[in-house]
């Protein structure tokens, strides 16, 4: 197999997963596929798609499956993404989403000649950590740059490029909770759908980021070694 590395990242919101996704990209050196950067690249291209998905998430709805699989492959060829690698982030966050990137299981049953997949890692962090880490988040609200402050009551911290970054209006710990109710519903089931697959692996993700980033290069490990070794 002489295939690049193929990650899916799975987590709850605020486990860390756009850090360990970075991480593992620059690590690995594949491209890192963050749907949030290409909802916000085809907003700002202002193409069709892009102004449904603005029209979208400026009404604090979640895109749909058929939109944020269009913005995909707008972005990012199976063919493409096949030959370099991958990390996705963010993507898929449904089961139906991912039936329709990784085609159904099991594969020998179908002709199905998507992007292909080595692992999907899962970042388990405690509820009660998650809603800590995202009430200390500071995100800048033009190019989503993320960092963390230790005090909660900090409104901004300058991002590289120096605009505020600040907390976003519904990072309230009754937000957050809601949010990770509906993460549980529509991307739970993700985890067992991998597992069945043979896909899923599960890493602790309190911690960190660079214990994290640690533990999940132990965990993959050994699919990568696989994915790695010369044919
Ligand atoms: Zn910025």
Request: with cysteine; hydrophobic share 40%.
């Amino acid at each position: 197999m002489d295939n690049r590395p193929r990650i899916v990242v799975l987590g709850r919101q605020g486990a860390g997963k756009g850090t360990q996704c970075a991480l593992l990209a620059e690590h690995l050196a594949v491209p890192h596929v963050s749907t949030g950067d290409l909802f916000r690249a085809a907003v700002r291209e202002g193409s069709p798609v892009g102004q449904r998905v603005a029209g979208i998430v400026d009404g604090g709805g979640l895109v749909p499956d058929d939109l944020v699989l269009d913005v995909v492959w707008e972005h990012a060829a199976c063919s493409d993404l096949a030959a370099s690698g991958y990390v996705l982030d963010g993507f898929p966050r449904t089961v139906a989403q991912a039936e329709a990137f990784f085609g159904p299981f099991p594969p020998a049953a179908s002709t199905w000649t998507g992007p292909g997949l080595d692992v999907a890692l899962e970042l388990e962090v405690p509820v009660e950590v998650v809603v800590e880490r995202i009430s200390t988040r500071r995100v800048c609200p033009v190019d989503g740059w993320t960092s963390t402050v230790e005090d909660a009551t900090v409104e901004s911290v300058p991002c590289p490029d120096g605009h505020p970054a600040v907390q976003r209006s519904d990072d309230t710990a009754e937000a957050v909770r809601r949010r990770l109710t509906l993460y549980d519903t529509e991307t739970g089931p993700l985890s067992p759908w991998f597992a069945a697959r043979g896909e899923l692996v599960v890493v602790d993700g309190n911690g960190p980021p660079d214990q994290v980033f640690t533990r999940v290069l132990r965990a993959l490990e050994p699919v990568l070694d696989r994915s790695a070794a010369p044919t």
